[in-house]
């Protein structure tokens, strides 16, 4: 039992590695990437076309990269806003890693890029796990998905650099307790900034552009106390539910120190689910440029 947490520490150690070498690269080229994660359905893909569609209107140089187990549907509803758009098929594996996203930055990225927007696969708890080098990580749910999101999963939740509330136009509607909401959020991750936003009615389209321009150019990023605790090497355990079991809880070595204006990727501590193990998988995702959208 002790070999598989080992294996599961060295995946997500190399990837740390492997994460703050892109991050530091592409800071150097001017390009800071943001991490979008949250479950399947949020709103997610709405709202970063919005705020693609604004970057191009105030023309800011910026990219985006969406990742799904199957489908190009999101690349293509992307690159109805003009920006560079590039689909990852993960062929199953439920979360993006750090090396996977170098690969298709080094081969496509367009020079230059201020912002580069990485859509996550569809789920809060295999991509809250493994930084990918973002300088800001983003958490979204929306108001049909209830006010106790933040304290099933705390790891995602708890590590966002900023958390955003989707389909706010709906709210009444689905009576969604904006008050337990907040108070849970703040439960997890005190201090992170929560944002409302409903990309139907266009109500805080701009505000995740703005906040990741000013982590770009050198405003600090919300530092999670959990990504603090695990950088000092906090003693933690993993809950895995009925069937597994790992022994005694362990600490994580320090984690890199980027300087004030960097923001720092993840910390350690996570949870699981099923696929949330270690995947061997054999050279990189497929990757797709959506052809250009034509008019409707």
């Keep these: 039992m002790c070999r598989v947490v080992d294996l599961q520490q060295a995946v997500l150690a190399k990837n740390q590695d492997s994460a703050t070498a892109l991050r530091e690269d592409l800071l150097a080229r001017g ?89 996550n696969v569809g789920n809060l708890v295999c991509p809250a796990s493994y930084d990918l080098g973002e300088s800001l990580r983003v958490v979204l749910a929306s108001v049909t998905e209830g006010e106790d999101k933040p ?65 770009r150019d050198g405003d600090p990023a919300h530092r999670p106390v959990m990504a603090r605790q695990a950088e000092h090497g906090h003693t933690h355990s993993h809950s895995h539910g009925p069937g597994h079991s790992h022994g005694p809880a362990h600490s994580h070595g320090p984690a890199h120190s980027h300087g004030p204006a960097h923001a720092h990727g993840p910390g350690h501590s996570h949870e699981h689910d099923d696929h949330a193990h270690p995947h061997d998988h054999a050279g990189h995702p497929h990757a797709h440029t959506p052809p250009s959208p034509t008019a409707s």
């Design 151 to 215: 304290l099933k999963y705390p790891t995602a939740f708890g590590l966002a650099q900023l958390v955003i509330i989707t389909k706010q136009d709906i709210a009444e509607a689905v009576g969604f307790d904006e008050a337990a909401f907040l108070a849970n959020v703040r439960q997890v991750n005190p201090g992170v900034e929560v944002l409302h936003t409903s990309a139907r009615r266009g109500e805080g389209v701009g505000l995740l552009l703005d906040r990741a321009l000013a982590v």
């Design 31 to 119: 390009t800071a990437v943001v991490n979008l994660l949250s479950s399947p359905g949020s709103g997610k893909t709405a709202l970063l076309e919005a705020e693609l569609t604004e970057a191009r209107r105030r023309a800011i140089p910026v990219a985006a990269l969406t990742a799904d187990l199957a489908t190009e549907n999101d690349a293509r509803r992307l690159a109805r806003s003009g920006a560079p758009v590039r689909q990852v098929l993960t062929d199953g594996l439920c979360h993006l890693e750090a090396d996977m996203l170098r690969a298709h930055v080094d081969a496509w990225l367009p020079a230059p890029s201020r912002l580069l927007f990485v859509e």
